[in-house]
């Protein structure tokens, strides 16, 4: 059995191993230190963290100021909080003045399962991309989380990173190495190519061995944890080499991942393009693997998408591979 690992500690682990390598880094919590697991942090360097109570606005104008001193922030809150509630300061504060912070939403998607929608995340990466400056990255497993908060570390200029709080397993070797702007083709397939990220790479490997042991279609695989900048080259060599593709994550249907993919696409290589997440609905609330399930974002989910987008790809269009789920 995988090793499963909380990623909001893959996350906190990364930022200690940063924070010894440069005095510069600090961490900001506001009232859940405990919850980002920065409890590590601030016991190793309590001159270098910050707990704010629960005023995200004021975090995010106290990040700009702490960046344009030469700090260079990591806060990590609830993800509608701190992309959502401080979305007009992470716009002025941080993009507008291309401020080096780092903000870090946890609990997204819909791990706040039982919470419902005031504490689902299902718009954060369409806020955040549409912010000029703002780099988004969604990673999938312990290892990209580390390599990518490396690379913001180093980045110059405001960085989102996306996080969950359902455990995950290990997807990559430990030596692999993750860039901004890049993806990484772990499958290629004729017949349909999957593109995600985040949690729903793991679901999306599942759902490739079911399908391998039917052994009828050829599906590729693409992890997409940098969705801005997107990996252009990427998509466009895919697009050249598969009869379509189906986007998948943990997301509403509009302004994600997908939106992203169809952009390019379209003014480049237009091909069908099938959009998997949340549609345009508040979610429901309950436990987070019958969510998965109910938006098809499960193993399951996926298996049977992929299934019924090929057959209607091939009769020369796609299908509504949502008709019979009751929203």
């Not at 590590?40 to 606005?57: A, K, N, T, Y």
């Not at 679901?203 to 599906?219: C, Y």
């Not at 993919?261 to 019958?290: H, I, R």
Request: net charge negative; hydrophobic share 40%.
């Amino acid at each position: 059995m995988r090793e499963m690992i909380d990623p909001r500690k893959s996350f906190a682990d990364a930022v200690v191993e940063v924070a010894r390598g440069n005095k510069n880094i600090v961490a900001i919590s506001a009232d859940s230190a405990g919850s980002a697991r920065l409890g590590e942090f601030r016991e190793l360097f309590p001159d270098r963290f910050f707990e704010f109570g629960l005023m995200e606005q004021t975090v995010i104008g106290f990040c700009a100021g702490l960046a344009l001193s030469g700090k260079i922030p990591f806060f990590c809150a609830i993800t509608p909080f701190i992309t959502m509630r401080a979305f007009e300061q992470v716009r002025n504060d941080l993009c507008y003045t291309f401020a080096n912070a780092k903000i870090v939403g946890r609990n997204s998607g819909l791990t706040n399962a039982y919470f419902g929608p005031t504490h689902h995340s299902l718009e954060d990466v369409a806020l955040m991309r549409s912010l000029p400056e703002m780099v988004v990255i969604v990673p999938s497993d312990p290892v990209a989380i580390r390599e990518y908060v490396k690379e913001a570390a180093k980045h110059k200029g405001p960085v989102y990173i996306r996080l969950g709080s359902v455990k995950i397993p290990f997807l990559y070797n430990t030596t692999e190495r993750f860039e901004i702007g890049r993806g990484k083709i772990l499958r290629r397939g004729k017949d349909l190519t999957i593109i995600t990220c985040g949690m729903t790479l793991w679901h999306a490997f599942e759902a490739l061995k079911m399908l391998d042991e039917e052994g009828f279609l050829e599906v590729g695989l693409v992890d997409m944890p940098s969705i801005k900048p997107i990996d252009r080259e990427l998509l466009f060599n895919i697009s050249k080499n598969t009869d379509g593709i189906l986007v998948v994550e943990e997301h509403s249907t509009v302004g994600g991942l997908g939106g992203a993919v169809s952009e390019f696409l379209s003014q480049t290589n237009p091909l069908p393009v099938k959009l998997l997440g949340v549609p345009d609905v508040f979610a429901s609330a309950g436990p987070y693997d019958e969510l998965m399930e109910k938006y098809r974002l499960s193993p399951q989910g996926i298996f049977t998408t992929v299934r019924n987008l090929t057959k209607a790809i091939k009769k020369g269009y796609v299908e509504d591979d949502f008709r019979d789920v009751d929203f």
